[in-house]
């Protein structure tokens, strides 16, 4: 059994709780090492089972070390229950992220009456905000293809080529290395770069505007998330004063991040930047957001976020500045977050402070 499944039992005794239904594929790889479908595992202060149908049994049973395979065949909460039955179980935890509306009735109503449902959510997720060594290793290999795929645009974005044109030869790029997206990329030129979430369209790109490009790489599970700008021809005074205000927002920003440190702290730091020069109200998301099995995890930088920054976390730092009709500017980095400062794993020189 991995660690990390060992680690969640040990801490099933400080929720007070008995057992735990975990529904959640990411989290249920990320504590078995297993890519799980459509199945549960069920964990209790000394062991965990999994729980799955015929379609996947086999793999799981080759596929899971130290953790016991069983099979439904009719309707999955009542085999929960069951197994719950068996191991006495009075307080069964949940995360109430992972369940449709649909799925909670179905578990309710499955539920033993001497079973107490509890919600205890984001426990996984706490666990996964500290990315352990091979973790940040994995990270990494995202980043350096994400980099080498920026790279590989530089020489192949022009005028009078679509967005989706870009795509196209970015898709193939990427496919050609063996990897995947870790989201649908953005590629928004001239007026559409105000949109933070632009949609991928038919417009050509033309010379004298910018080209704001967001991706990231998955590889075997883990991602990566980074922004980058192109500009097509000569510069306009407007674009060197915004790009430098948000460049220096995220320098402002990175230059604050260690342990120990509130979360809201850092995006404060980019956002009074940006205040100082009229520029916050075109700045209207959070700074960043934890980035690995998932793209968006916890913790977020955000100023309603309550988190403390610990060492071992890997955040994204992304301001950004999006005048209306005109164009916007986003820079984003991954920074690892240090015991003593932080170490930008985005940039090839690898640019660090502790």
């Known amino acids: 059994m991995s660690q990390r499944l060992k680690k969640f039992q040990r801490l099933l005794s400080s929720y ?10 990411v989290n249920i790889r990320y504590l078995t090492y297993f890519p799980a479908s459509e199945s549960l595992l069920l ?3 000394t062991k965990s089972l999994y729980l799955t149908d015929s379609r996947y049994l086999e793999e799981a049973r080759d596929g899971l070390d130290g953790v016991k395979v069983e099979q439904f065949t009719h309707n999955i909460f009542h085999s929960v229950f069951n197994i719950m039955v068996q191991n006495k179980v009075k307080r069964l935890g949940f995360d109430e992220h992972h369940f449709s509306v649909y799925q909670f009735k179905q578990l309710q109503k499955a539920c033993p009456r001497d079973i107490q449902l509890v919600c205890a959510n984001d426990i996984v997720e706490k666990m996964r905000e500290i990315k352990d060594a091979v973790e940040i290793t994995q990270i990494r290999k995202c980043l350096d293809l994400n980099l080498s795929a920026y790279k590989y645009l530089q020489g192949v974005i022009r005028w009078g080529m679509t967005e989706q044109d870009v795509l196209i030869k970015l898709e193939r790029y990427v496919r050609s290395k063996g990897a995947d997206f870790s989201f649908d990329p953005i590629i928004a030129s001239g007026p559409n770069s105000a949109f933070p979430h632009a949609r991928i369209s038919r ?3 033309r010379n004298n505007e910018p080209v704001l490009v967001d991706m990231g790489i998955d590889i075997d599970g883990y991602k990566s998330d980074l922004t980058r700008m ?3 021809g000569k510069m306009p005074a407007l674009y060197q004063r915004i790009y430098a205000a948000v460049s220096c927002a995220q320098n402002h920003a990175i230059a604050k991040i260690q342990a120990g440190v509130k979360a809201a702290d850092i995006d404060f730091a980019a956002r009074n930047y940006l205040e100082s020069l009229g520029l916050a109200k075109y700045f209207g ?3 960043g957001h934890g980035v690995g099995l998932d793209i968006h995890e916890l913790p977020r930088l955000s100023s309603q976020s309550g988190a403390i920054l610990q060492e071992g976390m890997v955040v994204t730092v ?3 500045v999006y005048l209306p009709g005109q ?3 986003r820079l984003e980095e991954m920074v690892l977050v240090k015991r003593r400062g932080y170490e930008v794993l985005s940039r090839k020189d690898k640019v660090k402070h502790s």
């Open 327 to 329: 164009f916007g500017i």
């Open 230 to 232: 192109f500009f097509l």
């Open 285 to 287: 998301h959070s700074l």
């Open 43 to 45: 964990s209790f202060p």
């Open 203 to 205: 417009r050509k790109i």
């Open 16 to 25: 007070q709780l008995d057992g735990y239904i975990h529904s959640n594929d």
């Open 318 to 320: 992304e301001p950004g």
